[in-house]
């Protein structure tokens, strides 16, 4: 199993690109950088890219509403470019209060926009004239088609991949089937090991009876929070306040993602509560009603025997990469804990 990190998307980021020159020291394989209304994933990638020289780098992830599908495709392409290969571009949509609320944009037709935005990067990396006609995009405008603005365009620019792996966060059935059709990678959140088949393999098996085996294998990407040894059951704590802001505040009532995810794995009654308190204003009082037992099933949080375990649960629930948020007090532990898992996932 591979292993990788999610770096924070709030401050710090200069002190979390030094623990990545660590991190790729001791084997972690991956790391992904977060967009959401903080600073832009992009720049930050290309100063990982000058300050590393091994591990791979990716979006985790960009919305598809923000940039242009061929924008994307160049901004990909330009990370792969000074990285020497070692980009990876996680798409997803995010939601409506970072698409409208943030950016302006309607947050529409989410499926349909991510099959024409993956079609099109693929054509702008393999240098064609880009000329695409979807219902969501249409690349040249038809107004200007048999113009001289009309003319389709190829990226200048050779890559140095014609294909760069994307994969895509998704949760809802649909969406999931989608990734598994046209993705190199899955990158589900609160990956629950033993509900995950309950929850997506319906999903999962549709998408890859349509999947191209020119793709390969479906990169299985889940994210945990980490923390390795006798000593670290406080860490438990640590992990609540990311589940209650997501359980509670991403999204309005009835149109929250993962609340519907924490039902489906039977936490809804829990999920109710963090919710009901959390858009009351009481954010503390939502962390506190997070579950133990929701953050043991989705973390990676205990001794090594413990873990190691875990990973064997995630392992046969069709996890391939596991991505971490090391609860490190320093720089020191957080490394410690990643060269663990390294070992213990190899």
């Known amino acids: 199993m591979r ?5 924070g998307y709030a401050g710090g980021f200069r002190e979390a690109a030094e623990q990545v020159v ?7 394989d991956l790391v992904l950088v977060a967009e959401a209304y903080s600073y832009d994933a992009i720049s930050q990638l290309g100063y990982l890219a000058a300050k590393t020289s091994t591990i791979e ?3 985790g992830v960009v919305p598809i509403y923000t940039r242009t599908p061929s924008l994307l495709a160049m901004t990909a392409a330009g990370v792969d470019y000074v990285s020497d290969g070692r980009m990876r571009l996680g798409i997803g949509t995010s939601g409506p209060q970072v698409v409208e609320g943030f950016h302006g944009l309607p947050f529409d037709a989410p499926m349909g926009r991510t099959r024409e935005v993956v079609e099109i990067c693929r054509q702008v990396w ?8 979807g219902k969501h995009y249409q690349l040249p405008l038809p107004a200007d088609r048999g113009t001289g603005l009309g003319k389709p365009l190829k990226l200048i620019n050779h890559p140095v991949r014609e294909r760069i792996p994307i994969h895509i966060a998704a949760l809802g059935p649909k969406n999931v089937e989608l990734t598994a059709e046209i993705a190199e990678g899955w990158q589900p959140v609160f990956f629950m090991p033993e509900k995950a088949d309950d929850v997506w393999g319906e ?6 009876a349509k999947r191209d085996p020119a793709l390969g294998e479906l990169d299985v ?4 929070s980490l923390a390795i040894g006798d000593d670290v059951e406080d860490r438990l704590e640590w992990a609540k306040p990311q589940l209650a802001l997501y359980l509670g505040g991403m999204g309005a009532r009835g149109k929250n993602f993962y609340h519907a995810l924490a039902t489906r794995y039977g936490f809804g009654e829990a999920a109710d509560h963090i919710q009901d308190l959390y858009l009351a204003g009481k954010k503390q009082e939502a962390v506190a009603a997070v579950p133990d037992e ?9 001794p090594a025997g413990y873990v190691k375990e875990r990973l064997a649960a995630f ?13 490190g007090v320093d720089t020191a532990e957080v490394v410690r804990f990643s060269e663990q898992l390294v070992e213990l996932a190899h």
Do not use: C, Q
Not at 3 to 7: A, D, P
Not at 22 to 28: A, D, F, I, R
């Open 315 to 327: 392992a046969e629930a069709g996890v391939t990469t596991m991505l971490t948020h090391p609860l």
């Open 221 to 224: 990407m889940v994210s945990a």
């Open 294 to 302: 929701l953050v043991r099933a989705t973390s990676l949080i205990g």
């Open 203 to 208: 999903s999962l098996r549709a998408g890859f």
């Open 3 to 7: 292993t990788g990190i999610f770096l």
């Open 57 to 59: 780098l990716g979006t």
């Open 22 to 28: 660590e991190l790729e020291k001791v084997g972690v």
């Open 126 to 133: 393999r240098r064609e004239r880009v000329n695409f006609d």
